[in-house]
């Protein structure tokens, strides 16, 4: 009905789920906010080097991380690397995002299998928003605990909050285009990108991750174009 995908597009730039957990952050658990790994896109991260190092899996989030807003193509320069994810881990890479397989936003799962059929990667059907809810959806797909995959995403107040608590190793990219993106996402992307550069500054380290201590270890210098 035309009021669900009304109240699916006005959902998905309000996070009523996540403004609980943003507010927690910015008062005190100021570490959730921080990733393990920042590089500006995912051709800097080594997949075999994150597989050697006993990495099970890699999660990615959808919009502005492996497609522009909106978009069901992979932004065409990540697609050797994603082809790279893809050798090393084999089906064991996902999407799980607070677009395509959200029940709330695709009830009827249209939007994720389109996106299965256009970029190859199955995309894991979920109830609730980034950053709230658990990893049981992602574990039960993988067969494994989260602290053995790999959270990759562009939103500090979304994707590595909701990997941080739920004990996956974090990596954030920079955005792909901000062009797409709703006004009140920019503005939350400013604070929240803020936040994170303020507590680094000041020293604030991310939570250690066991399987990989010292990260910078599977981050290397992307091929030339």
């Known amino acids: 009905m035309w009021w669900k995908d009304l109240r699916a597009t006005l959902s998905q730039r309000i996070n009523v789920e996540g403004i609980g957990l943003s507010a927690s952050v910015i008062v005190k658990d100021h570490h959730l906010i921080l990733p393990h790994v920042l590089v500006p896109d995912i051709r800097y991260i080594d997949w075999g080097e994150l597989q050697r190092r006993g990495f099970k899996g890699v999660v990615f989030d959808k919009d502005n991380t492996i497609t522009v807003p909106y978009s069901l193509t992979l932004w065409g320069p990540l697609v050797a690397s994603i082809e790279k994810c893809k050798s090393v881990f084999g089906n064991d890479i996902a999407v799980f995002s607070n677009s395509a397989g959200l029940f709330e936003y695709d009830h009827d799962g249209s939007k994720a299998r389109a996106l299965e059929e256009a970029v190859g990667i199955k995309v894991i059907r979920h109830r609730v928003k980034k950053p709230a809810g658990t990893a049981e959806e992602i574990e039960k797909h ?76 599977c981050v290397k210098d992307p091929p030339p174009l």
Not at 157 to 184: C, H, W
Request: charged share 20%; with cysteine.
């Open 142 to 217: 993988f067969g494994c605990k989260s602290s053995q995959l790999v959270m990759v995403g562009d939103r500090p107040f979304t994707d590595i909050v909701y990997g941080n608590q739920n004990g996956f190793l974090t990596v954030l990219t920079e955005p792909l285009s901000l062009a797409e993106e709703p006004f009140i996402v920019r503005q939350v992307r400013k604070l929240e990108m803020s936040l994170m550069n303020y507590w680094l500054k000041r020293g604030m380290k991310p939570i250690s991750h066991d399987i990989l201590p010292d990260v910078m270890e």
